[in-house]
């Protein structure tokens, strides 16, 4: 049973949200600010959105469910992504030098105009994907707090995609980063510590608790494949090295130390957080073991543990910082589509754009983006899943021609175009011959997609490269 007072802290914290959004465009003067923040934003804050983003509705209520659903083994996926975030602390290094912090951007400088356009609507497709999982998790999250509210999981999802949308439209990334840092405190203190503290003391203490965490006999990776967990590495450590919101982080932080620092403690923060999250997970199976066959799955196994063992106010905070958790990320996204569309492509389309018309025009891209991830969210189901195909469609599609962009002497703009072009068909399909129950368990999307756009790079690179044409990689580009 939800009380008063926890309702008032919830609807404080929207407040909050907003208002700061309000604050954060008041700041604003020119396209950067919005985008970046101007460039200046500080260690505290970029820290805190750092965390706030990589710990969000995939990461725990997603993630949790997983786990719910196979054990404790879906945690050696997770290093991936710290693998991930560690290595791009040295690619950031040759971002910061560059001086962009738009993917598509850089890869105009080795690719040209038309491959940056591609590229950007790759992100765009990506981003529109990982937006509506974060909606379907606060409906997901809300229905089961409040299952005798008389809310529709329909309207829940348009409430909350309205309040994303309002304070990342007004305040941009400083709006965005501002909103991260108080997130990422309530989530760390709320659902990091109190709620599993006080699930190992109720389930009988630390020995209790650790014999739940041990994997079934015969079944250690709990109905998941070896290809299915490498699939996982091929999708998080490039997406890692491609997040599009640490390039714009990378772009914004004051200085390369700054970000390197940030982007490492990020990944250390992130497995101490995955851990807790998995273990909630495993705790809920045991706990509540009919939660499958409710209208809310496996994904609300987080929710209906704050709702069983947490107190008033505490539950209050608690249901607050699952809130934060979707929205650190669904706003992230909201910024990276929205410059997308102002800054890559109609800046590269339309003659005299000026900071004006870059300011409203990605304002207006945070509707458009918003209007389609409700769209999608009312389509398809399953956090994990769902963004587990956004993130495969982004990397399987540009992983290979970004990394030989920065990297290889004889990458063109045809091996790249052909690459992209080919891997990004080739994932739709076999993802929907997946979903469909055609395409044999030993068989992953983003293998196939992978293997393929990088024959196809070199083949096609090889077959064109000119040596009084070529551009240099963008290693060699970036100065001091």
């Known amino acids: 049973m939800i009380e008063a007072v926890d309702l008032s802290i919830i609807a404080l914290y929207f407040g909050g949200s907003l208002a700061v959004g309000y604050w954060a465009s008041r700041q604003i003067k020119t396209a950067d600010d919005y985008a970046i923040a101007g460039g200046k934003l500080k260690y505290p804050v970029l820290l805190g959105t750092l965390i706030a983003t990589s710990i969000g509705a995939s990461a725990t209520m997603g993630r949790a469910g997983k786990a719910y659903e196979v054990g404790v083994a879906i945690f050696f996926t997770c290093i991936a992504y710290a693998v991930g975030l560690w290595l791009f602390s040295y690619l950031a290094l ?30 765009l497709t990506a981003i529109i994907g990982i937006f509506s999982a974060q909606l379907i998790a606060f409906g997901v999250v809300v229905i089961a707090l409040l299952p005798n509210s008389g809310l529709t999981f329909e309207q829940v999802v348009i409430v909350s995609a309205l309040v994303m949308v309002v304070y990342t439209a007004l305040g941009g990334l400083l709006a965005v980063a501002y909103t991260d840092l108080i997130q990422a405190v309530i989530m760390i203190v709320v659902v990091g510590m109190i709620l599993p503290f006080t699930i190992v003391m109720d389930i009988g203490g630390p020995g209790v608790a650790l014999s739940q965490l041990t994997p079934p006999s015969g079944n250690f990776l709990g ?22 919101s640490l390039w714009q982080r990378t772009g914004a932080a004051k200085s390369v130390d700054h970000i390197r620092k940030g982007v490492r403690i990020t990944a250390v923060t992130f497995i101490a957080w995955s851990f807790i999250v998995v273990a909630l997970g495993v705790f809920a199976a045991n706990l509540m073991p009919n939660l499958a ?84 969210a009312f389509s398809v189901s399953g956090v994990f899943e769902v963004l587990l195909v956004a993130f495969a ?66 083949i096609v690179s090889l077959r064109t490269y000119r040596a009084d044409t070529a551009t240099s990689p963008l290693i060699y580009r970036s100065h001091e």
């Open 223 to 244: 109905g998941m494949t070896v290809v299915y967990i490498v699939s996982i590495f091929l999708i998080d450590v490039p997406f890692s090295l491609l997040d599009v």
């Open 393 to 458: 469609v982004y990397v399987g599609t540009l992983f290979v021609p970004t990394m030989a962009a920065i990297l290889w002497k004889r990458a063109t703009t045809w091996g790249a175009i052909a690459s992209t072009s080919v891997a990004f068909i080739t994932i739709l399909w076999l993802y929907w011959e997946k979903f469909a129950g055609n395409l044999p368990t030993s068989i992953e999307p983003i293998v196939v997609s992978q293997t393929l756009s990088l024959i196809i790079m070199i």
């Open 293 to 376: 066959d409710t209208p809310a799955g496996p994904d609300a196994a987080i929710p209906q543990l704050v709702m069983n063992y947490m107190p008033p106010v505490i539950k209050g905070l608690s249901i607050a910082a699952l809130l934060a958790v979707i929205m650190s990320t669904a706003d992230t996204v909201l910024l990276i589509g929205s410059t997308t569309v102002s800054h890559d492509i109609c800046n590269t389309l339309i003659d005299d754009f000026n900071e004006r018309k870059k300011i409203w025009t990605a304002r207006w891209a945070v509707l458009g983006i918003g209007m389609l991830g409700v769209f999608l």
């Open 94 to 123: 040759i971002i910061k030098r560059m001086q962009v912090w738009s993917v598509p951007e850089a890869l105009e400088l080795r690719y040209g105009r038309t491959f940056k356009l591609l590229a950007a609507l790759v992100i």
